[in-house]
């Protein structure tokens, strides 16, 4: 679940102006407090300086941040045909198999429902 950010987006630009003006992490990291989990105030630390400033970055249009594009893999689909032949066209580029090659088909073993195509000795 997200949390809420403890700086705002005046912080943050506060905190990219330190960042190009050439201040240190470490002042920067001491200049916003925050308090602890006993209620006494301590520094910002590296990994919430690192988002912070990542945020920043974007919210001034300096980086761009783009939702991942995934490519869906076609799968290939093989028919059977009325005689109960398998067609899988492309066969010998999948696996290698040269023209000729024999090949025998095994039961799925144990709990697994995966027929094996094994070359034939």
Do not use: C
């Not at 997200?2 to 630009?13: C, G, I, K, L, P």
């Not at 330190?18 to 209620?39: C, D, Y």
């Amino acid at each position: 679940m997200a949390r809420t950010s403890r700086w705002n987006e005046t912080d943050r630009a506060k905190l990219l102006k330190m960042v190009k003006g050439g201040v240190s992490e470490q002042e920067i990291r001491s200049n916003f407090k925050t308090k602890g989990p006993k209620g006494s105030a301590r520094d910002m630390t590296a990994v919430e300086f690192a988002q912070q400033l990542k945020q920043a970055m974007v919210e001034a249009g300096d980086i761009k941040q783009e939702t991942r594009k995934k490519e869906k893999v076609q799968a290939m689909v093989y028919k059977v045909t009325n005689t109960g032949r398998l067609t899988i066209t492309d066969f010998g580029d999948l696996t290698g198999a040269k023209e000729g090659a024999s090949f025998t088909l095994e039961k799925p073993r144990g709990r697994s429902k995966a027929w094996r195509l094994v070359p034939a000795e």
